[in-house]
């Protein structure tokens, strides 16, 4: 089934032009999807011939922040960010509390070498390199035909 979303002409009223705006504005689906999407980084997996790579777009973060576990066969990434921050003036006082967290697990293929893995944080990009086994590595011939 597909949502499709209708304009039944609201937005050309011209009885209260800016009461239809608003309303739109609220009802908007980047409104209320864009706060969820933000609060879970972009990831982007790749594989090479001897490896997987991961990487993980989390700007604005310190790498005491993450907390990286192997549990079996599942990576689990997560991180963790409080800040505080108070303002003093005149008659008032400012309190700003920001927490940031996310968690994101991946289950690791069988040809993955636990034993090596190795993490990254450069530029706001956490990348991980997980090597795979020697026997899973790709091996290429040339096959002679008879």
Known sequence: ?????FNNG??????????????????????????????????NIAETENEF???????GLKKEDFKINL???VLTISAEKKSESVEEGKKF???EYSYNSF???????????HSKIEADYTDGVLKLIVTKKEEAKFQSR???IK
């Open 142 to 144: 040339e096959i002679a």
């Open 71 to 73: 549990d079996k066969n």
């Open 103 to 113: 968690n994101r697990s991946f289950t690791l293929p069988e040809s993955a070498d």
């Open 10 to 43: 609201l937005k050309n009223n011209a009885v209260n032009p800016f009461f239809n705006d608003v309303l739109d504005s609220l009802l908007n689906d980047s409104y209320i999807g864009n706060k969820l999407v933000a609060r879970v980084p972009a990831v």
């Open 1 to 5: 089934m597909t949502l499709v979303k």
């Open 53 to 59: 790579q991961i990487e993980l777009a989390a700007p």
């Open 93 to 95: 006082s400012k309190r």
